[in-house]
């Protein structure tokens, strides 16, 4: 499956006015180390080491995907699943497409 289910353009309001990516996440916490795992069903997995708790597990996201995007954390927003491992979260503007995530944006 290509990936424009998975990774699509995020618009504005008005449909026309690009923002930025908008994943959709399947996050595994805990995990041995940071990393983009592959595809779960139509999302993207991530593993992560920091725990489900209290936040912890989103603030980690938002950062390792900062850094994978070279984008400021705090431009990063989760847009959904703030208390499920499915989470989508909006990504303006990236610098650029992670090689880790490139062959899922393949047709």
Same mark, same amino acid.
């Given at each position: 499956?290509?990936?424009?289910?998975?990774?699509?353009?995020?618009?504005?309001?008005?449909?026309? !006015?690009?923002?930025?990516?908008?994943?959709?996440?399947?996050? $595994?916490?805990?995990?041995?180390? #940071?990393?983009?795992?592959?595809?779960? #069903?139509?999302?993207?997995?991530?593993?992560?080491?920091?725990?489900?708790? #209290?936040? $912890?597990?989103?603030?980690?996201?938002?950062? +390792?995907?900062?850094?994978? +995007?070279? %984008?400021?954390?705090?431009?990063? %927003?989760?847009?959904?699943?703030?208390? !499920?491992?499915?989470? $989508?979260?909006?990504? &303006? !503007?990236?610098?650029?497409?992670?090689?880790?995530?490139? &062959?899922?944006?393949?047709?």
């Amino acid at each position: 499956m290509g990936c424009r289910s998975l990774l699509r353009k995020h618009h504005g309001g008005s449909g026309t !006015n690009w923002r930025g990516f908008a994943p959709e996440n399947f996050l $595994q916490p805990k995990a041995a180390k #940071d990393h983009i795992v592959g595809l779960h #069903d139509d999302e993207l997995k991530i593993s992560i080491t920091a725990p489900p708790i #209290d936040g $912890q597990a989103n603030a980690h996201l938002l950062k +390792f995907l900062s850094k994978l +995007f070279k %984008v400021p954390k705090s431009s990063i %927003v989760l847009e959904k699943g703030e208390l !499920n491992r499915h989470k $989508q979260v909006l990504i &303006p !503007n990236p610098k650029i497409i992670p090689p880790p995530i490139e &062959p899922y944006l393949k047709p």
